[in-house]
């Protein structure tokens, strides 16, 4: 096909061969479809022929993204090399036809129906009646442009591929044959007349009475007609061309002219353009700006069918000199090749015209900005980030991005990195904290031939924390509250020494993710009557709070237990579980958010014989362990006893207690065993009793089983029964989870109310260890009856531990009550995500029936190192360009982003989706990403723009299936706090 988008003038025979009989035939985008009654296909392309052996005769072909054939009973898909993808049956069909445009395929069968099938799968879309069936029969149907065309006699009806009718029109004769254009719908009548109708109008637009016979789609504005002495291309304006080629009785084309057939007397004849193939060769300019050190790239392509070799010049005007452009091309067909001319000199600054020609024929030309040298420092782009203050020192780190076209060398802090164009580089600084000031640190940038010192600066905070103190008085015992709330948006550790009356201090690490806040509550050994000071100061932060607080007078000067959690004298008053009121908090529940957390101890708490207690006997429960030997020692004695309520409420943490007490002879080895997890004791004497625990949740209502276990010593095991809890729902109900992503984590909390009375919501949080409860207040914590809220807060994930559950708790209040808390549990899911993203990078547009790139942005969101990276594409797209090929890095460090092209030629505008597959292997084994990059196609290089590049996307497609939340959560056992119970 010319420049200008007609029909070359020229063609010569390429090959003949036999059809076999009668034939029908039907063209494509990029292939010609012929079959015949004695089973043959063949399928014609722009380069090649490929003939199909089939078992049934051949009732009609027709041609869209896949050749397809009509039989019998069914209709078939192929690809242009022959290999079948599906087949679909279809009785009493007479005529296939395809609209193209992505639309359905039709089949015309002898009952008067339209059948519609999907082109990818043969799947039926829908079947109707076919227009005029009650007339005649079928004389010609044909398709384009996402419309289907149906001649019956005298009356043509042209549908969408939706079933909506564009034209319905009659003429003064018998329709022999008809071709659909963009505009038009192209009749040839039995007399001879070629008749064009306007689709829109719905009116005839001209006439031409030449004897013409068949008629084929030739292109958007055109038709194919065989004429009774010539065969001729015939526009929209009923104009005709005609071709060096001898007209037949039917003739076919490639829409762009790469190939047409006429079919006579049982054969074919294929015939090409004659052309040079030099003709073929394209170029363009992918450079905006160019100096010494960024050359100008030149991409040349021969988009012919033929090699093609000629000389290559690259022009820069007056504006520059030109160096080391190559002075000819040698190109495969289809093949693509990229040359970068370097600037010998810059001449005149500015706009200047590159030219490119081919044998001294201008091919391209491209508007390139010619720039001075720039300055190294101006190419590195740089970027400061606080990432932690610790103990009286900063940490930050500077990013430094270079923008320019030459590799540069970074050098500070005692190490050198390389840095190539478009790479980044972290480089870690560390200086000592002091409020508010501004850091600054150099680096030197060097080339071979120069070298420029880069600054930078990072401002620190004012306050990183603030502290508050207030006096509390729980269960009758006075404590002091110290709250620290982080007050910048980075991590802050520090240590912490608070000092009471002079007399009474604690030093204790601690460390706030940014915006959060945890209470240090200090039980104090003498209720103070009159005012006393406190001071806390906080190492390295620069925040100091001394606080004078009035005291107690009223309070009697007692011992005081050591935290809040339940270690009370036999007269302290017990509250309902869950709750919390001036009598303190129920034995099972844990420190509240803010409250830290005791020291476990190496050994668990143990309990011996009552007075005048006697010996206790093993049970028949013991399952394991030999019989006593002659003379040896006698087995231990081990008794489990195992309790935990019958009844539960849904959402709220119950304690599981297992007091475990060996008799007659000691122990070195006693161990729990239970939910795949075990617990060892180690050493109990004889006589001694162990008394373990742990927390479990249920969500939800009915009967529960909480599975058993056993207790191992000295080679024998004595079961752990199972039990059975009853889970009622009602009232308040909460459900604690926590998602834990790559870099931060969400802590949910869902709230229920049952209940017949509104709640208001207070407070939440969760322990993450090392005596940190992250506090979050709620504001507006109104909870409604038969409402339930959902709140959310984020904390970094490295503040999250690895574990299963977490103890979690909220305080609220009933309406007309006191301030209640429920201890629960909450289900630690990780949503973390795939390891590897992928994005689309700047480049050209991609235009249709070229070779285009898309560049790619491949990252390592893991904190491993990973290798044999590998992106692989699939997609006709794809599979049309020549320079694809699957791209390979060796290894990709963590947080590391690299670059790859992929090759694309798609075969019309629009919109287009490719699947990527990128797989690499780390330390765990195989990593394998899916994704999708999709976006728009330019109709030709003239209308392609940079606008459209920026509107194609990449999106990962994440496999894993969500983690569930499990319905019965439970911690790990520990020493119970009091094995006595009381």
Same mark, same amino acid.
């Given at each position: 096909m010319g420049s200008d988008g007609s029909f070359d003038d020229e063609y010569s025979v390429d090959e003949t061969f036999s059809s076999g009989g009668r034939t029908r035939v039907a063209a494509g985008n990029d292939c010609l479809v012929f079959g015949s009654d004695e089973g043959r296909l063949?399928?014609?392309?722009?380069?090649?022929?490929?003939?199909?052996?089939?078992?049934?005769?051949?009732?009609?072909?027709?041609?869209?993204?896949?050749?397809?054939?009509?039989?019998?009973?069914?209709?078939?898909?192929?690809?242009?090399?022959?290999?079948?993808?599906?087949?679909?049956?279809?009785?009493?069909?007479?005529?296939?036809?395809?609209?193209?445009?992505?639309?359905?395929?039709?089949?015309?069968?002898?009952?008067?129906?339209?059948?519609?099938?999907?082109?990818?799968?043969?799947?039926?879309?829908?079947?109707?009646?076919?227009?005029?069936?009650?007339?005649?029969?079928?004389?010609?149907?044909?398709?384009?442009?996402?419309?289907?065309?149906?001649?019956?006699?005298?009356?043509?009806?042209?549908?969408?591929?939706?079933?909506?009718?564009?034209?319905?029109?009659?003429?003064?004769?018998?329709?022999?044959?008809?071709?659909?254009?963009?505009?038009?719908?192209?009749?040839?009548?039995?007399?001879?007349?070629?008749?064009?109708?306007?689709?829109?109008?719905?009116?005839?637009?001209?006439?031409?009475?030449?004897?013409?016979?068949?008629?084929?789609?030739?292109?958007?504005?055109?038709?194919?007609?065989?004429?009774?002495?010539?065969?001729?291309?015939?526009?929209d304006d009923g104009d005709a061309d005609p071709l060096d080629v001898p007209a037949e009785t039917l003739a076919a084309a490639i829409p762009d002219g790469a190939a047409l057939a006429t079919v006579g007397e049982g054969s074919v004849a294929v015939y090409r353009p004659v052309t040079d193939p030099v003709a073929a060769v394209t170029a363009s300019v992918d450079?905006?700006?160019?100096?010494?050190?960024? *050359?100008?790239?030149?991409? !040349?392509?021969?988009?012919? =069918?033929? #090699?093609? $070799? +000629?000389?290559?010049? %690259?022009? @820069?005007? /007056?504006?520059?000199?030109?160096?080391?452009?190559?002075?000819?091309?040698?190109?495969?067909?289809?093949?693509?090749?990229?040359?970068?001319?370097?600037?010998?000199?810059?001449?005149? *600054?500015?706009?200047?015209? !590159?030219?490119?020609?081919? =044998?001294? #024929?201008? $091919? +391209?030309?491209?508007? %390139?900005? @010619?720039? /001075?040298?720039?300055?190294?420092?101006?190419?590195?782009?740089?970027?400061?980030?606080?990432?932690?203050?610790?103990?009286?020192?900063?940490?930050?780190?500077?990013?430094l991005e270079h923008t320019g076209s030459v590799a540069v060398d970074v050098s500070g802090e005692g190490e050198t990195r390389h840095l190539e164009p478009g790479e980044e580089r972290e480089f870690e600084f560390e200086s000592a904290y002091e409020p508010g000031a501004r850091v600054e640190r150099t680096v030197t940038l060097a080339t071979d031939g120069a070298s420029e010192t880069l600054p930078f600066a990072v401002d620190l905070p004012d306050r990183p924390l603030s502290v508050a103190v207030e006096q509390d008085r729980s269960g009758g015992y006075p404590y002091v509250d110290v709250e620290l709330t982080s007050e910048c948006d980075v991590p802050v550790a520090a240590d912490v020494t608070i000092s009471v009356a002079d007399e009474f201090t604690r030093e204790r690490a601690y460390e706030l993710a940014p915006g959060t806040a945890t209470v240090v509550a200090l039980a104090l050994p003498v209720a103070p009557s009159e005012p006393f000071p406190v001071a806390v100061t906080c190492s390295g932060t620069d925040t100091d709070k001394r606080s004078r607080l009035s005291g107690w007078p009223d309070l009697d000067d007692r011992a005081v237990p050591t935290d809040r959690r339940g270690r009370?004298?036999?007269?302290?008053?017990?509250?309902?579980?869950?709750?919390?009121?001036?009598?303190?908090?129920?034995?099972?529940?844990?420190?509240?958010?803010?409250?830290?957390?005791?020291?476990?101890?190496?050994?668990?708490?143990?309990?011996?014989?009552?007075?005048?207690?006697?010996?206790?006997?093993?049970?028949?429960?013991?399952?394991?362990?030999?019989?006593?030997?002659?003379?040896?020692?006698?087995?231990?004695?081990?008794?489990?006893?195992?309790?935990?309520?019958?009844?539960?409420?849904?959402?709220?943490?119950?304690?599981?207690?297992?007091?475990?007490?060996?008799?007659?002879?000691?122990?070195?080895?006693?161990?729990?065993?239970?939910?795949?997890?075990?617990?060892?004791?180690?050493?109990?004497?004889?006589?001694?009793?162990?008394?373990?625990?742990?927390?479990?949740?249920?969500?939800?209502?009915?009967?529960?089983?909480?599975?058993?276990?056993?207790?191992?010593?000295?080679?024998?095991?004595?079961?752990?029964?199972?039990?059975?809890?009853?889970?009622?729902?009602?009232?308040?109900?909460?459900?604690?989870?926590?998602?834990?992503?790559?870099?931060?984590?969400?802590?949910?909390?869902?709230?229920?109310?049952?209940?017949?009375?509104?709640?208001?919501?207070?407070?939440?949080?969760?322990?993450?260890?090392?005596?940190?409860?992250?506090?979050?207040?709620?504001?507006?914590?109104?909870?409604?009856?038969?409402?339930?809220?959902?709140?959310?807060?984020?904390?970094?994930?490295d503040r999250v531990p690895e574990a299963d559950v977490l103890d979690a708790g909220v305080k609220y209040r009933p309406a007309g009550e006191d301030e209640a808390f429920c201890h629960s549990l909450a289900a630690v899911l990780d949503t973390s995500g795939p390891v590897l993203a992928v994005e689309v990078g700047d480049g050209s547009a991609v235009a249709a029936g070229t070779n285009g790139v898309i560049p790619l942005r491949v990252t390592n969101r893991s904190d491993r190192t990973l290798s044999d990276l590998r992106v692989e594409a699939s997609g006709t797209a794809v599979e049309n360009s020549s320079l694809f090929s699957p791209a390979e890095v060796a290894t990709v460090d963590p947080d590391e982003r690299v670059g790859v092209n992929l090759d694309v030629k798609p075969e019309s505008a629009g919109d287009l989706s490719i699947h990527v597959t990128c797989s690499a292997t780390g330390p765990d084994g195989a990593v394998e990403v899916p994704a999708r990059v999709?976006?728009?196609?330019?109709?030709?290089?003239?209308s392609a723009s940079a606008e459209q590049l920026d509107q194609w996307t990449a999106s990962v497609r994440d496999d894993t299936d969500e983690p569930e939340r499990p319905t019965h959560l439970r911690s790990g056992y520990e020493p119970a706090e009091d094995p006595d119970g009381t």
């Open positions: 063949d399928i014609v392309t722009g380069t090649d022929r490929n003939r199909i052996r089939t078992d049934d005769p051949v009732v009609d072909v027709a041609a869209g993204r896949y050749p397809f054939a009509l039989f019998d009973a069914a209709v078939a898909a192929f690809t242009s090399g022959g290999l079948e993808l599906w087949r679909q049956r279809v009785a009493d069909g007479t005529h296939l036809v395809a609209p193209s445009g992505g639309g359905p395929l039709c089949v015309v069968t002898e009952g008067g129906e339209l059948v519609g099938l999907d082109p990818e799968t043969g799947s039926e879309r829908f079947r109707r009646e076919r227009p005029h069936d009650d007339v005649s029969d079928v004389s010609a149907v044909t398709g384009g442009h996402g419309r289907i065309a149906v001649a019956a006699w005298s009356f043509l009806t042209v549908v969408s591929e939706g079933g909506e009718v564009v034209l319905d029109h009659s003429f003064d004769g018998v329709v022999t044959d008809i071709a659909l254009t963009a505009n038009l719908a192209v009749a040839a009548l039995k007399d001879g007349r070629l008749v064009g109708v306007d689709l829109t109008a719905g009116e005839e637009a001209w006439a031409v009475d030449d004897g013409a016979g068949a008629v084929a789609p030739a292109d958007e504005a055109a038709v194919l007609v065989a004429f009774a002495d010539e065969l001729a291309v015939v526009d450079t905006d700006r160019a100096d010494p050190s960024r *050359p100008v790239r030149v991409v !040349v392509e021969n988009e012919g =069918d033929r #090699a093609a $070799v +000629a000389d290559l010049g %690259v022009d @820069f005007g /007056e504006r520059a000199v030109a160096a080391g452009a190559p002075s000819r091309v040698d190109l495969e067909a289809g093949e693509r090749a990229a040359f970068e001319v370097g600037v010998a000199a810059v001449d005149d *600054p500015g706009d200047g015209t !590159v030219t490119v020609t081919v =044998d001294e #024929a201008v $091919v +391209a030309t491209g508007t %390139v900005r @010619f720039e /001075e040298p720039e300055a190294l420092a101006e190419q590195v782009a740089t970027r400061t980030r606080l990432d932690r203050l610790d103990r009286g020192r900063a940490r930050w780190c500077a990013v009370r004298r036999e007269s302290d008053e017990r509250p309902a579980h869950g709750r919390r009121d001036g009598a303190g908090r129920s034995r099972s529940e844990p420190h509240e958010p803010g409250e830290p957390r005791e020291e476990a101890t190496a050994e668990p708490e143990r309990r011996g014989r009552a007075d005048g207690e006697t010996d206790r006997t093993p049970d028949d429960g013991r399952v394991a362990g030999g019989a006593e030997a002659a003379g040896a020692s006698p087995a231990p004695a081990v008794t489990v006893e195992r309790a935990i309520p019958e009844h539960v409420a849904s959402g709220a943490a119950c304690s599981e207690r297992v007091q475990i007490s060996v008799e007659e002879r000691g122990v070195d080895d006693l161990a729990i065993e239970a939910d795949g997890e075990s617990y060892a004791v180690g050493a109990v004497a004889a006589g001694e009793t162990v008394t373990l625990q742990r927390d479990h949740v249920f969500h939800g209502n009915g009967e529960r089983t909480v599975s058993g276990g056993r207790v191992t010593a000295a080679g024998d095991a004595y079961p752990l029964p199972d039990a059975t809890v009853t889970v009622e729902r009602g009232g308040f109900h909460p459900e604690f989870v926590v998602e834990r992503g790559r870099s931060d984590a969400a802590i949910a909390l869902e709230a229920v109310n049952e209940g017949s009375r509104e709640c208001e919501l207070d407070v939440f949080g969760v322990d993450v260890g090392e005596d940190t409860w992250p506090r979050f207040d709620i504001e507006d914590g109104a909870l409604p009856s038969g409402e339930t809220r959902t709140l959310e807060r984020r904390l970094s994930s999709a976006g728009p196609v330019a109709a030709d290089r003239e």
